[in-house]
């Protein structure tokens, strides 16, 4: 009953988490940045380094230690995108950036492993390599196309905790249905306040008309 309980609550979280990432995650930069920390260390401590799937991997085999170092990264990332604003996009592009490497670490890793025959150190290696590159370019992304980026990066983190929460299946038609739906309605919602808000501060950087009154006085100071 207990082992069911904290299964549900970990669920919960993890739907939450992804759910304020995929629909607000614009809008909280800093708790956005908790968040990305959080779940990208996790995933990255459960493929490197207990050999798992994702970060959820880490409480089935109760790996204490790993999920507290998850959890000092992403108040970390909170933190520090509290205090310094400019970077909480920045932390976002990195983290989403190495979390997309750890997708062609499980290519390189099947190749290296069970065709070349490299050795355990080897693969870690490459895989630190891939994960620095893909933060560099996540790096360049949010510094480039930041809130367009920050759209994407945040709707696909949001579906992949939510996905993983929930822990479905990847082959059936019903998941990528969801996943699909989920996707468009976060990009709808979120760039849909984007585009509000810029228009409401082109608006307001536009001069007000003047006054026919005030502009035919003006005119005959000038006459």
């Known amino acids: 009953m207990l082992s069911f309980l904290f299964a549900l609550l970990q669920t919960l979280i993890g ?9 607000l995650g614009r809008l909280k930069l800093w708790a956005t940045a908790g968040v990305v920390g959080f779940a990208v260390a ?36 909170a933190v520090l995108g509290n205090v310094r604003p400019e970077l909480a996009g920045v932390l976002i592009g990195i983290a989403a950036g190495a979390n997309v490497a750890l997708w062609f670490y499980d290519i390189a890793e099947h ?3 069970s065709v070349a025959s490299l050795p355990e150190e080897t693969v870690i290696m490459v895989g630190l ?12 992304l949010t510094s480039i196309y930041r809130d367009e980026a920050l759209i994407l990066i945040t709707v696909v983190l949001g579906v992949e905790l939510i996905h993983d929460a929930l822990d479905l299946s990847s082959a059936r038609s019903l998941t990528a249905i969801l ?11 979120q760039y849909g306040d984007y585009e509000r ?16 009154s005030v502009a035919f006085f003006q005119n005959l100071e000038l006459d």
């Open 15 to 23: 739907v939450l988490l992804g759910g304020y990432i995929l629909f």
């Open 42 to 77: 996790a995933n990255i401590l459960a493929i490197l380094v207990v050999g798992g799937d994702t970060g959820w991997d880490l409480t089935d085999m109760q790996a204490w230690g790993l999920i507290a170092i998850a959890v000092a990264i992403g108040i970390a990332g």
């Open 111 to 113: 190749l290296m492993t």
């Open 129 to 140: 390599l891939l994960i620095v590159i893909g933060g560099l370019l996540g790096y360049w």
């Open 179 to 189: 996943i699909l739906g989920l996707s468009l309605a976060g990009i709808l919602v």
């Open 197 to 212: 808000k810029r228009r409401a501060a082109l608006n307001l950087a536009e001069p007000e008309p003047m006054p026919s």
